[in-house]
């Protein structure tokens, strides 16, 4: 990994917390056997990182996912990589009706903070995740086969990013 000073990691954090937010999201009203059942296993996709400057970096991204034995918690490790940097997050959500909380935490630069999220409809997702000294905001849609992330964010040099997931 190539780290550019102070400018970059923010860069970093700012695509990896909306991330991890969005991924572990996956809650959905009116389960059956729990709100995470349709996660498990592997996912792949690329994206794009819009930067304030309206510059653009592809993105590429793995993400693993296993579901407790009720469906009502989820545990995910996700992979992303772009010619400039590399991120690993681990995040750990549980569901409570059509909410969701938890925590992240971004391995390669050793930050965390909590996620909170809801989900307005079956197959929609919002969650706020706050860090020290930022804020993120993401939606996300998914089927169960595909998942579509689009994630703001404030405060740091990163404008936006949005993700395509496909379950392998």
């Not at 690329?46 to 918690?73: F, L, N």
């Not at 992240?104 to 969650?127: C, H, I, L, N």
């Amino acid at each position: 990994m190539r780290v550019y000073g102070e400018k970059f990691r923010l860069r970093e954090l700012a695509f990896a917390v909306p991330l991890a937010t969005l991924l572990s999201s996956a809650a959905a009203p009116a389960f059956a056997a729990g709100p995470f059942t349709g996660f498990p296993g592997e996912w792949t996709g690329t994206g794009d990182v819009t930067m304030s400057d309206g510059s653009r970096d592809r993105i590429k991204c793995k993400a693993s996912y296993s579901v407790g034995p009720s469906g009502e918690a989820l545990n995910i490790n996700v992979n992303c990589a772009s010619d400039s940097y590399r991120v690993n997050i681990i995040s750990n959500v549980v569901a409570q009706g059509t909410d969701f909380s938890g925590t992240w935490r971004e391995t390669t630069r050793q930050v965390s903070g909590d996620v909170t999220g809801r989900v307005p409809a079956v197959g929609q997702y919002q969650a706020s995740l706050q860090g020290t000294g930022f804020g993120l905001e993401l939606a996300a849609t998914s089927n169960g086969k595909i998942q579509a992330i689009t994630i703001n964010s404030q405060g740091t040099d990163v404008k936006s990013v949005k993700i395509s997931l496909k379950k392998a």
